[in-house]
């Protein structure tokens, strides 16, 4: 079954007086792409996080978001770092002088610049691991929530697929009895130009008219690829470039089909085809 690049997850997990949280959510991407918000002390896990992430994810813009909260009672474990907050003034310093209006900084925006803050270096490292634990619980329920609404969006592809092979029995119908439909309206507009044709010219006309509205071959195409498309639905690995490859060339049968048909109701349900592929389209587009 496939599995949308649409999702959301979070995890979180204790540890000591801290309170590690992660949230991952992810879009639809030509690729994977991964961001990753972290704090100074856990930059040095990035290598590992994106070998952990590459190998549960093929597709989607993932933007990953890491925080350390304490929770405990005691005294706090960090310490101001005055070098960082000296550094900090002068900048607030410079921004008055060009921004007078703009106000100086609350001490809440002081305390979240990044290293105002100084982490303990040693609770640091200790929360590492439990860091990519959280990490990977959370990788873990993102591609739970990827599956099902994947599930979700093969469902909707199928109702589609089987309004189009409805669609194209309703076709195939109306391609048995074209022919006589072509013959009788040219023998109307005729018969009101008052003109009587000549029977060899009139049946080569015919005979024109025959082949350059003859769509067999696309109608054949299309079902080849909507056939496909239901085979590709039932497996396991990714498959959303090949399905994207796959809409394409329906919508191009399906333009082709389109263009040649001179049949009214023909033409009706060629318009009625393009918008369901146009609707399988915008649903491949998030099938990782």
């Given amino acids: ?50 070998k952990l992430a590459a190998k549960a994810l093929q597709r989607g813009k993932v933007d990953c978001t890491f925080r350390v909260s ?4 005691g005294q706090a474990q960090s310490d101001i770092d005055h070098d960082q907050l000296a550094a900090l ?3 607030e310093t410079k921004i008055l002088e060009e921004w007078p209006t703009a ?3 609350t001490a ?17 490292a200790a929360l590492a691991e439990p860091a990519l634990a959280a990490f990977g619980e959370a990788l873990g329920a993102l591609k739970s929530a990827r599956e099902r609404e994947g599930n979700r969006l ?3 592809l199928s109702e589609r697929l089987s309004a189009i092979e409805t669609l194209m029995q309703s076709i195939d119908g109306q391609l048995v009895d074209a022919a006589p439909r072509y013959r009788e309206k040219l023998l109307e507009r005729l018969a009101k130009l008052d003109v009587e044709a000549n029977p060899e010219r009139l049946e080569q006309e015919l005979a024109l008219i025959a082949q350059r509205t003859d769509v067999s071959e696309e109608a054949d195409r299309l079902k080849a690829h909507l056939s496909e498309v239901r085979d590709i639905l039932t497996q396991t690995d ?12 329906l919508n191009r049968e399906a333009n082709t089909l389109a263009s040649k048909v001179q049949d009214d109701e023909l033409a009706r349900r060629a318009v009625d085809l393009k918008v369901l592929i146009e609707q399988m389209r915008e649903q491949v587009q998030n099938i990782e």
């Fill in 103 to 105: 106000g100086p900084f």
């Fill in 108 to 124: 809440a925006e002081i305390l979240r610049w990044p290293g105002v803050l100084k982490e303990d270096a040693t609770e640091g």
């Fill in 238 to 249: 990714p498959m959303g470039r090949r399905l994207d490859f796959l809409i394409q060339e």
């Fill in 154 to 156: 093969a469902e909707m």
């Fill in 70 to 73: 304490n929770i405990g009672s």
């Fill in 1 to 50: 079954m496939p599995h949308s690049m649409t999702g959301f997850a979070t995890s979180e997990v204790s540890v000591g007086s801290h309170k590690l949280a992660w949230e991952i959510r992810s879009v639809n991407h030509r690729y994977l792409d991964l961001g990753f918000r972290l704090p100074e002390d856990f930059r040095a896990l990035e290598p590992k996080l994106r």
């Fill in 89 to 91: 003034r002068q900048i």
